[in-house]
């Protein structure tokens, strides 16, 4: 048993593992200063109810009895509890270091990709826990069939040397993996420029000891060759590949080999998401049949198409979309049931953003229709050092001169004022849990308007 500090406990990887480190019998402890701003976090209150201890993070709570820090890697050098750590000469480990540490351990299962990992790591670890294969699992989205007891729902801790983990590339550290199995969801623009993380993820393909598991259907991953892979797709011909499919509002039907599979979530995105679990499980000799009684009762990721509301009249929705291609799958689902839909956006990080300007603006002029309204909030800022050079006005100006409805509200109360305009109403953004709240704030007003 170790005593073990994460500084940065608050994220969603660095709860996961502070979560699992508990029920493997550590002493835990750590700060966050997204908890220092909100002492009521839902996930800081879960992890005070496990016993963890969580402190401000101003380093007064570091001491010589801790074995380990884990830092994330959005805390800073010269952050109070790292500069207090170095005082004492502790060890230090990033979270990505720490993780190839911890995942050395297994039969891993590495899931990647610019989109999706969550869902399919989840999904994964979900169905194997219910077909009895009592895998471990580390991800970043809190499953919501794990959301209980006690559980960030991010985290499994089982009985089996099987361990499912998110594998992402923001901070470059994947390509230092080397897991048994690999999912490649996609390839898009998102932390990094498609070419840097299509070379990560051949890197990762390379480290693979047994098989890679490709979306068939996205041109950048095709561009990479992958040894020992195995394909799934929607649209181009491969190992695995969905027919008969019926996009529903809250579900998705289709059939691989005559077996008919439901998944409890909407949008093509999803039918992916399934495909990709579908052929790594079958791999593992799992029939298909097996898999299909199953996935139904997966109910999915907080903040992925989290409805709010849904009473015939009135629609709202939260979801953790934060690229331009996940912002365009969402607003592809939803289009195609709901018409006059307002969406709120909050983007995340001065950095992202401006890596990713040209994208938004992209996605949103190409999918906002004349009848459609986007609000954009104000970017969201977590701390730290990153230049404030870029506004969500910037996004606001070029997507009115392309003659698409934009503005930018400061307060998020704004929106009260004209709820009485639209039906439906899609919250998005990453790493900002309040976003929830204010979904639930905009339900709980537009339900009263039903009464």
Same mark, same amino acid.
């Given at each position: 048993?170790?005593?073990?500090?994460?500084?940065?406990?608050?994220?969603?990887?660095?709860?996961?593992?502070?979560?699992?480190?508990?029920?493997?019998?550590?002493?835990?402890?750590?700060?966050?200063?997204?908890?220092?701003?909100?002492?009521?976090?839902?996930?800081?209150?879960?992890?005070?109810?496990?016993?963890?201890?969580?402190?401000?993070?101003?380093?007064?709570?570091?001491?010589?009895?801790?074995?380990?820090?884990? #830092?994330?890697?959005?805390?800073?050098?010269?952050?109070?509890?790292?500069?207090?750590?170095?005082?004492?000469?502790?060890?230090?480990?990033?979270?990505?270091?720490?993780?190839?540490?911890?995942?050395?351990?297994?039969?891993?299962?590495?899931?990647?990709?610019?989109?999706?990992?969550?869902?399919?790591?989840?999904?994964?670890?979900?169905?194997?826990?219910?077909?009895?294969?009592?895998?471990?699992?580390?991800?970043?989205?809190?499953?919501?069939?794990?959301?209980?007891?006690?559980?960030?729902?991010?985290?499994?801790?089982?009985?089996?040397?099987?361990?499912?983990?998110?594998?992402?590339?923001?901070?470059?550290?994947?390509?230092?993996?080397?897991?048994?199995?690999?999912?490649?969801?996609?390839?898009?623009?998102?932390?990094?420029?498609?070419?840097?993380?299509?070379?990560?993820?051949?890197?990762?393909?390379?480290?693979?000891?047994?098989?890679?598991?490709?979306?068939?259907?996205? #041109?950048?991953?095709?561009?990479?060759?992958?040894?020992?892979?195995?394909?799934?797709?929607?649209?181009?011909?491969? +190992?695995?590949?969905?027919?008969?499919?019926?996009?529903?509002?809250?579900?998705?039907?289709?059939?691989?080999?005559?077996?008919?599979?439901?998944?409890?979530?909407?949008?093509?995105?999803?039918?992916?998401?399934?495909?990709?679990?579908?052929?790594?499980?079958?791999?593992?000799?799992?029939?298909?049949? +097996?898999?299909?009684?199953?996935?139904?009762?997966?109910?999915?990721?907080?903040?992925?198409?989290?409805?709010?509301?849904?009473?015939?009249?009135?629609?709202? %929705?939260? +979801?953790?979309?934060?690229?331009?291609?996940?912002?365009?799958?969402?607003?592809?689902?939803?289009?195609?049931?709901?018409?006059?839909?307002?969406?709120?956006?909050?983007?995340?990080?001065?950095?992202?953003?401006?890596?990713?300007?040209?994208?938004?603006?992209?996605?949103?002029?190409?999918?906002?229709?004349?009848?459609?309204?986007?609000?954009?909030?104000? %970017?969201?800022?977590?701390?730290?050092?990153?230049?404030?050079?870029?506004?969500?006005?910037?996004?606001?100006?070029?997507?009115?001169?392309?003659?698409?409805?934009?503005?930018?509200?400061?307060?998020?109360?704004?929106?009260?004022?004209?709820?009485?305009?639209?039906?439906?109403?899609?919250?998005?953004?990453?790493?900002?849990?309040?976003?929830? +709240?204010?979904?639930?704030?905009?339900?709980?007003?537009?339900?009263?308007? #039903?009464?």
């Amino acid at each position: 048993m170790a005593k073990i500090y994460l500084s940065g406990i608050g994220g969603s990887g660095m709860s996961a593992i502070a979560g699992f480190l508990h029920d493997r019998g550590h002493v835990i402890a750590g700060s966050d200063r997204t908890f220092d701003i909100q002492p009521d976090n839902i996930t800081a209150n879960i992890l005070r109810e496990k016993s963890i201890s969580i402190f401000k993070q101003d380093g007064s709570k570091i001491d010589s009895s801790f074995d380990l820090i884990i #830092s994330s890697t959005a805390v800073e050098s010269n952050n109070p509890d790292i500069i207090r750590a170095h005082e004492l000469g502790l060890p230090i480990k990033t979270r990505p270091e720490f993780l190839n540490q911890l995942i050395s351990e297994y039969k891993t299962i590495a899931v990647a990709g610019t989109s999706g990992k969550s869902t399919i790591a989840g999904m994964l670890a979900f169905i194997m826990n219910q077909l009895g294969l009592e895998p471990n699992y580390i991800g970043g989205g809190k499953v919501k069939n794990f959301f209980k007891n006690n559980c960030t729902g991010n985290y499994l801790y089982g009985k089996s040397d099987l361990m499912v983990f998110e594998a992402c590339e923001s901070d470059g550290s994947i390509v230092n993996y080397h897991p048994e199995y690999t999912v490649i969801s996609n390839l898009s623009l998102d932390h990094n420029p498609v070419e840097d993380t299509a070379g990560m993820f051949k890197m990762l393909g390379e480290n693979t000891n047994r098989t890679v598991f490709i979306n068939a259907d996205d #041109s950048n991953l095709e561009k990479i060759k992958f040894k020992n892979s195995i394909s799934f797709s929607i649209e181009n011909f491969s +190992d695995f590949r969905a027919k008969d499919i019926t996009y529903n509002p809250f579900d998705t039907i289709f059939t691989i080999d005559n077996v008919i599979f439901r998944v409890s979530l909407p949008g093509k995105y999803n039918v992916y998401n399934a495909l990709s679990c579908i052929s790594l499980l079958s791999n593992l000799n799992i029939s298909l049949k +097996d898999i299909a009684e199953v996935i139904p009762d997966f109910k999915g990721i907080t903040r992925r198409f989290d409805v709010h509301l849904y009473n015939g009249k009135y629609l709202v %929705i939260d +979801d953790y979309a934060h690229n331009p291609h996940k912002i365009e799958s969402l607003m592809q689902t939803v289009k195609k049931f709901r018409e006059r839909i307002c969406y709120i956006f909050q983007p995340h990080g001065f950095g992202p953003t401006k890596l990713m300007k040209d994208g938004y603006i992209k996605t949103f002029v190409n999918n906002l229709r004349d009848p459609d309204y986007l609000v954009l909030l104000p %970017i969201f800022y977590a701390g730290g050092t990153a230049g404030k050079d870029i506004s969500s006005e910037d996004l606001a100006i070029e997507i009115n001169n392309a003659g698409k409805s934009a503005q930018v509200f400061h307060e998020r109360a704004e929106i009260f004022n004209m709820l009485d305009k639209y039906d439906t109403y899609v919250i998005f953004g990453a790493r900002d849990d309040t976003l929830s +709240d204010y979904a639930r704030q905009i339900a709980g007003k537009l339900n009263e308007y #039903s009464v």
